[in-house]
């Protein structure tokens, strides 16, 4: 992708700079993708306590590098409103010093002209990736003649982003819809550039599905992945049944030292969303006050998961 103004425009940035803020040239432009930082967003769901100064402003003070904004229902800045609200979000994060190059959205086809108008004003305030919403199998249709017609949908929504210059990510998320599984993604995005329509691979949801092979599951999918997100889990008896439980970021089961080695190894330097899903007063499901803890406590929290992912991916 060709990078936003806002790349030119920025003081003592030369081929470092572009290398560093667009992270898909990459592979083309270094073999060392591991002398590059992780370049840490936070996802904003867990931050709709504050507005969007606010949420700016804390963000910078943790010490990520950019903002994951959410645009969809119960977000911060609403699909029909986003024509007017996504400017003023953008405007704030970058205000902040931050990136403001992801957001989540509500978006899954170009059919919607309230869609339409998401990614157009997304892609005019130069945000260059977005996360698509969940598709669900058909129950009249087998599973491979559904994922089949979703490509077909995918391949006009990645015809859309290219003409804007954005990109569509699909994240992969345990459970029945589609992406519980990676073979799911692969042949839902078969064909498709990454750089027009690609995973949001997210390694949490990968080893719970996964289990010990998920690493044949990211040699599957490592070309296809243009963002990436990061959270831990364990599994743990609940009124007598097994349940997935969020931990933070080191506690849980994911190998994140054995994860981050093949990242390197795959030369996959891209914008990392960080979710906090384990238990933070309610904002872990984007609730718009704090209950059961201080904001001090679920700063520091974001914090220590920051810390532990940039701290990591350096030693590994």
């Known amino acids: 992708m060709i990078p936003g103004r806002r790349e030119f425009t ?24 591991e002398d590059q930082d992780l370049s840490l967003h936070v996802f904003s769901k867990h931050l709709q306590f504050l ?16 903002v994951d904004l959410t645009v969809r229902p119960k977000g911060h800045v609403l699909p029909e409103e986003a024509e007017d609200k996504l ?39 130069d945000i260059r990736y977005y996360r698509l919403a969940y598709l669900s199998f058909e129950e009249e249709k087998s599973i491979p003649r559904s994922l089949e017609d979703h490509n077909t949908d995918m391949q006009k929504l990645a015809a859309f982003n290219k003409s804007l210059g954005i ?21 839902l ?37 243009n963002t990436l ?13 097994w349940k997935v439980v969020n931990v933070p970021l080191g506690q849980g089961m994911v190998d994140f030292a054995s994860y981050f080695k093949l990242l390197k190894n795959y030369q996959i330097q891209v ?24 904001q001090k406590d679920v700063f520091d929290a974001m914090k220590r998961d920051l810390q532990f992912a940039r701290n990591l991916w350096r030693e590994t």
């Open 87 to 125: 400017p003023e979000a953008v405007a704030e994060i970058r205000k902040a010093g931050l990136k403001a190059d992801m957001m989540a959205s509500g978006v899954n086809s170009v059919e919607d002209p309230v869609n339409r108008k998401v990614l157009e004003t997304a892609a005019s305030e």
């Open 271 to 294: 914008p990392v969303s960080i979710h906090y899903e384990y238990d933070l007063g309610g904002v872990e499901h984007g609730a718009r006050t704090i209950t059961g803890m201080t």
């Open 229 to 241: 997100v990061l959270k831990d889990f364990i599994w743990k008896k609940v009124d007598g049944k």
């Open 167 to 187: 990109s569509g990510t699909y994240q992969n998320h345990a459970g029945k819809r589609i992406g519980g599984e990676i073979w799911d993604i692969y042949h």
């Open 10 to 33: 920025k003081a003592g940035l030369g081929m470092s700079g572009y290398i560093l803020t667009n992270p898909l040239s990459l592979g083309k432009l270094s073999s060392k993708s």
């Open 51 to 66: 507005d969007y100064a606010g949420m700016a402003e804390a963000a910078a003070e943790i010490g990520f590098d950019g």
């Open 189 to 225: 995005l078969e064909g498709i550039p990454a750089s027009d329509l690609g995973c949001q691979y997210d390694i949490r949801h990968a080893m719970v599905e996964g289990g010990t092979s998920w690493e044949n599951g990211l040699k599957l999918i490592h070309e296809n992945i």
